[in-house]
């Protein structure tokens, strides 16, 4: 059973790993906090982008000596095998940590992974911790891993009679959680410009073909490296999307502030197949989520 305080300390590798969206891919954005055996939170870190440090190895080096006896609470299963850096159950290990928590196991290690050595070497290794508060920052790259595509985006505005493109405020904000954006005609970028640090994304320099079917354009952006897409296209486009099931969140950005600005009966606000979840306002806009409405 996780402590009130280890479970805080979970929320709070959770919110840091949020650092790594729109970096880390094809990595996971991974969070991870160091308890003294105080209880005291003495280290903290989040993985930024592949080829650099896991979370747990900068929190421990955050930690330095006072890791040793001490519990590491971490949002995704410590990685078991030498890649690009040495293996975070090693590190851990290494550093004298006594006791593990891990929201969520990683799917790639069926079973045999971090979890399995650690609690094999004796550590205390508790499972399931927080997993669905986890899911909210880990959700879409766990659901890239699983079905081969990155998870979506589609953000549009509308002024209550039909779709606009976002304005630049709008797209600026929404570039920071995600790895690319594919706007119309196949053009594909990097959200931020250099996030993913140099040749991690192999995104194609021509447009990439335009074909009936959407979901061979998302599983071109995977193998590219992409695990998070902004959709950034016209309703034409959104609606084939929908109607192939493929997008995972509806961004709607409502424009109109009297009522007789939104009187059009005929206007689509989000597309068939998907559900309303959230209304806010921002700035002048209503700001809308939807999520497919069978999931
Ligand atoms: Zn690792």
């Not at 928590?101 to 070497?121: E, F, K, M, N």
């Not at 766990?142 to 081969?148: E, R, S």
């Not at 559900?275 to 999931?295: C, K, Q, V, Y």
Request: glycine share 10%.
């Amino acid at each position: 059973m996780a402590t009130p305080p280890e479970l805080d300390a979970m929320r709070l590798a959770i919110a840091v790993s949020a650092r790594g969206l729109g970096s880390t891919s094809p990595n996971p954005p991974v969070g991870c906090v160091i308890l003294a055996l105080t209880g005291e939170v003495v280290g903290i870190g989040h993985h930024e982008r592949k080829g650099e440090s896991h979370a747990e190895v900068r929190a421990l080096q955050h930690a330095g000596d006072r890791a040793r006896g001490g519990t590491a609470v971490v949002t995704l299963e410590p990685c078991n095998h030498f890649g690009r850096t040495p293996a975070c159950r090693q590190a851990l290990l290494d550093a004298g940590i006594a006791r593990v928590l891990i929201a969520l196991l990683d799917p790639t290690s069926r079973g045999a992974g971090g979890a399995a050595v650690l609690h094999a070497a004796g550590i205390d290794v508790e499972l399931d911790i927080l997993a669905d508060e986890a899911r909210v920052v880990l959700g879409p790259w766990l659901h890239a891993l699983a079905t081969g595509r990155p998870w979506t985006i589609a953000a549009w505005g509308h002024d209550g009679h039909r779709h606009q493109p976002l304005n630049d405020t709008t797209l600026t904000q929404l570039r920071t959680d995600v790895d690319v954006i594919l706007q119309d005609g196949g053009q594909v970028e990097e959200a931020i410009p250099g996030a993913h640090g140099h040749h991690t994304l192999h995104l194609p320099n021509d447009p990439l073909p335009d074909s009936d079917d959407p979901s061979e354009t998302l599983t071109a952006l995977y193998a590219a490296g992409a695990r998070t897409v902004l959709l950034h296209v016209a309703p034409d486009t959104i609606d084939r999307y929908a109607k192939a099931n493929l997008i995972d969140r509806g961004l709607v950005y409502l424009a109109g502030q009297e009522p007789e600005d939104l009187a059009d009966p005929a206007a689509v606000l989000i597309p068939p197949g998907l559900r309303l979840t959230s209304i806010g306002r921002a700035d002048n806009w209503i700001r809308i989520e939807a999520i497919p409405r069978f999931r």
